[in-house]
């Protein structure tokens, strides 16, 4: 198996000690697949704060990543099939969906897994086209 080079982008603010009010993470990593290139893993932001550019953000900075370390790499991700705002996001920042598949069970458990859930690839070749969308919010 290759060793994977890997990317992270993380913000928590607590607003006192005992809580975390927001996290923001992105975790990437690079080769990850020969046709789609580095692979978007892990792509949160606590429902409070959705819609404040923080994702389109994150997104930038994962595809300046990508570009500096992997010049050639395209960039994909996996989202599930159920979530729908998230795939909305995705298409507005240019991405294709190119790929669906089964959900595997963590650990492979069939217990660990209610149903049958599909999943679906979204790739962006040039993932240059996420750093226009996002220059304003990166610049802050």
Known sequence: MPNHDHVQFRRADAHDAGSIAALHA??????KDPTWGAYLDNLHITHAHQRQGLGTRLMALTAQAVIE???????????LEQNVR????????GGSRVDRDHVHPPGGDPSRICGVVTKLRYAW??????LIGSATVAAQ
């Open 26 to 31: 992105a975790h990437s990593v690079l080769d």
């Open 69 to 79: 370390q992997r010049p050639s790499s395209g960039l994909h991700l996996w989202v």
């Open 86 to 93: 998230a795939q909305r996001f995705y298409e507005a920042r």
């Open 125 to 130: 070749p040039d993932p240059s086209t996420l």
